[in-house]
T-cell receptor
């Protein structure tokens, strides 16, 4: 099992540019989560999917952020246009179940820097 | 009040000592609790979960839960320099007023430093 795979590992972009982050969950995991981590706010849940369907996007900061999951093995998080305050580490995580007894498995993250 | 609160640290302990990490949470309806370890520049890694009041032991790690006090702790016995990391407390929050869905909420983490 290769775990949760994210790409790219690092992304440096200029303000105003579009950024796309990618994630491949663990096979068989029905839940996929996008988190953002900053020093000030810690890990924040942005959005999660169940069986490819977005369930809760209340954590998405604003309309510049969008996420899709076209199939069970792929998800994207897009920021358009990007701003310096979007600089953070973005983690994707997956879980086989949303039940209370399951923790999540995280990918290695994408460190985004917007200059 | 934050949903999950942790002291940011750093908590410094000598090698071989017991490290005690603490966490409080706001919603008394929460039923499941997790501890993650995060090394610098790495992703969070699940190390313990606990659902019932009392202690749960796994090797050198012991998780403690007191639902009445809304308090979770992690004890690390015989601390090693390799335990130096940030420890994140995570609480499975039930559906709230703003969202009808449960979610895993993380504290900002406690940085642990174990000196040789």
């Amino acid at each position: 099992d290769a775990g949760v795979i994210q790409s790219p590992r690092h992304e440096v972009t200029e303000m105003g540019q579009e950024v796309t982050l990618r994630c491949k969950p663990i096979s068989g995991h029905d839940y996929l989560f996008w988190y953002r981590q900053t020093m000030m706010r810690g890990l924040e849940l942005l959005i999660y999917f169940n069986n490819n369907v977005p369930i809760d996007d209340s954590g998405m900061p604003e309309d510049r952020f969008s996420a899709k999951m076209p199939n069970a093995s792929f998800s994207t998080l897009k920021i358009q246009p990007s701003e310096p305050r979007d600089s953070a580490v973005y983690f994707c995580a997956s879980s086989p179940w949303m039940g209370q007894n399951y923790g999540y498995t995280f990918g290695s993250g994408t460190r985004l820097t917007v200059v | 009040q934050k949903e999950v609160e942790q002291n940011s640290g750093p908590l410094s302990v000598p090698e071989g000592a017991i490290a005690s990490l603490n966490c409080t949470y706001s919603d008394r309806v929460s039923q499941s609790f997790f501890w993650y370890r995060q090394y610098s520049g790495k992703s969070p890694e699940l190390i313990m979960s606990i659902y019932s009041n009392g202690d749960k032991e796994d090797g050198r790690f012991t998780a403690q839960l007191n639902k009445a006090s809304q308090y979770v702790s992690l004890l690390i016995r015989d601390s090693q320099p390799s335990d130096s990391a940030t420890y994140l407390c995570a609480v499975n929050m039930p559906p709230g007023m703003n969202t009808g869905f449960q979610k895993l909420v993380f504290g900002t983490g406690t940085r642990l430093l174990v000196s040789p």
